[in-house]
């Protein structure tokens, strides 16, 4: 470390260049990330890694050039001049925001193609941003729901910073995004914006009627007449009979009992997503993203409902940049679309034709990854005005990695998901067959890597990130991606990559 700290003296003050260019790259186990090599007057900061953990330095000519905010131990070099090398803590996060902005996340309201990577590791970074550089999207790098946090003993605080450090490793200054995922109260959203997420996504399934989707007419009928009178003569006036062009021969239509239904539904969703609003405007002025989320039900979102929706969010005045509807079909963790692909070509062309004309706000496409097939229609039906979130597929490629490199680890990981499959399955919603799966022992350490490509073990591993990353199986795997690093780096890249070819974003310019 003190070889390489020293290397930097001789060129602090002559710019980020003749730094890149001089400084010794590896010592010992000691190797630098070249990318991370930054100025700040007469110091430099930078990120190096071990065989054990990662480092951030900064290398000074002398004490009192040592940038305000940075925490580390202190080693003397030669010539009065001193480093102080620290760990990947929350105080070294925040003195890097300061010093480079670009390195915290920011409102992506205007970008036109956003893609939530979902990083439940704190270690995919590296890779979403080198797919992302190839092509004309922004990614949300830093994104968690409460469910995940929870699952991984993590904090909305430590996804940003994590995501911080691997931004300022690579150099990545084009803007990235945090999302505080799935928020149900403004207690939860607080804390999110507090962490530093400009976006938050809005899930108002526990203030929808979604059961009133299901009701008799006399069951509609009889709640609609508990509304406000004023709000019962608006949805008659605006929507009872009432024919809506989108485009060429495509129209939406509510009927009598379908505006009345929509009233029952969603006016007290509605009404809780205007107070959201309300409320990030307030924290953050026009620097939020706001997603508003319904597609945590167990039936899809009928264009009509989709549109009285965003009518109603319009007349409210409340700014969306996403909204994510409950697509036909299966969107199951971890696999591809399963569903008619003709009946979802025909009904996503209807929601994306809503969103182009009330607002082109993003249509969002959740539990979005490895949904290879429907990936040319969301890319073509929105003009790539779109947000794509992905979640789990990260992980999954970690233990994609792990089952190559580490047989043994995927062994026991595997056999920890068997062992908590059923208290996971209480959380997440998948029809897979595990009695599909051959057992462990049947297989050869060089047959394990199939399983990645199988849907079923797919499945199994994605539920069960939880039990996996927090009992008796975590510093062992940590200890493994640590030292695959690079492994892991190229396999996210190469796998995004198939995501965003097959979505038919723009290459970059």
């Known amino acids: 470390m003190k070889q390489i ?17 001089n400084v010794l790259k590896n010592s010992g186990k000691i190797s630098v990330y070249p990318d991370s090599i930054h100025a700040i007057g007469n110091a430099a900061v930078f990120m190096c890694r071990d065989d054990e953990k990662k480092y951030l330095v900064v290398t000074a000519a002398g004490k009192r050039d040592i940038p305000a905010g940075f925490e580390g131990d202190e080693l003397l070099l030669d010539n009065k001049a001193v480093a102080l090398v620290g760990g990947l803590t929350e105080a070294n996060a925040a003195a890097l925001r300061k010093y480079f902005p670009w390195t915290a996340p920011v409102s992506l309201r205007n970008v036109r193609t956003t893609v939530g990577c979902g990083d439940r590791l704190g270690l995919a970074t590296v890779g979403h941003v080198r ?23 993590r904090t909305f605080r430590k996804v940003v910073d994590d995501a911080c450090f691997l931004v300022f490793a690579e150099d990545f200054r084009n803007g990235y995004g945090a999302d505080g995922d799935h928020l149900k109260t403004i207690a939860d959203i607080d804390t999110a914006l507090a962490a530093g997420m400009p976006m938050i996504t809005l899930d108002l399934s526990d203030v929808m009627n979604a059961a009133a989707g299901e009701w008799d007419k006399a069951a509609v009928e009889e709640a609609f007449a508990k509304l406000p009178c004023d709000l019962q003569k608006l949805v008659l006036a605006d929507y009872a009979g009432k024919e809506f062009i989108l485009g060429e021969k495509v129209t939406v239509a ?10 029952v539904m969603y006016t007290a969703a509605l009404d809780f997503a205007l107070q959201v609003y309300e409320h990030l405007k307030a924290a953050r002025g026009d620097e939020f993203d706001l997603e508003i989320s319904i597609d945590e039900t167990s039936s899809p979102t009928l264009p009509s409902h989709h549109l009285f929706i965003v009518r109603e969010l319009r007349r409210r005045n409340v700014e969306f940049s996403s909204l994510a509807p409950r697509f036909i079909g299966e969107f199951q963790k971890a696999i591809d679309y399963i569903g008619d692909l003709d009946e979802f070509d025909r009904q996503f062309k209807v929601h994306a034709l809503i969103a182009q004309n009330y607002g082109n706000y993003k249509i969002s496409v959740h539990s979005g990854s490895d949904k290879f097939a429907v990936y040319p229609t969301v890319g073509r039906e929105t003009r790539h005005y779109l947000h794509l979130k992905t979640a789990g597929t990260s992980w999954l490629e970690a233990v994609t990695v792990i089952s190559r490199k580490d047989p043994a680890l995927y062994r026991d990981m595997h ?19 595990f009695n599909k799966i051959p057992a462990l022992d049947t297989l050869k350490d060089e047959e394990l890597p199939a399983l990645m490509t199988m849907p ?27 030292l695959l690093e690079e492994d892991y780096n190229a396999q996210i890249e190469a796998h995004f990559d198939k995501h965003l070819r097959l979505l038919g974003v723009p290459a970059a310019e």
């Not at 700290?5 to 060129?11: C, E, K, N, V």
């Not at 790098?141 to 929870?150: D, M, P």
């Not at 539920?463 to 940590?478: A, C, K, Q, S, V």
Request: hydrophobic share 45%.
């Open 5 to 21: 700290a020293a290397s930097l003296t001789a060129f602090l003050g002559k710019g980020e260049a003749a730094l890149k260019e």
């Open 131 to 153: 797919a992302a550089k190839k092509v004309q999207i922004s990614p949300v790098l830093a994104q968690q729901s409460i469910r995940e946090l929870t699952m991984t003993k």
């Open 254 to 263: 509510l009927d009598d009992l379908t505006a009345k239904r929509c009233a």
């Open 415 to 433: 056999q920890c998901a068997l062992d908590n499959v059923s208290d996971m399955l209480k959380l997440y919603h998948i029809t897979a067959d």
């Open 456 to 482: 079923e073990a797919r499945q199994l591993l994605h539920i069960n990130y939880g039990p996996i990353l927090t009992g008796n199986l975590r510093e062992r795997f940590f200890k493994a991606m640590h």
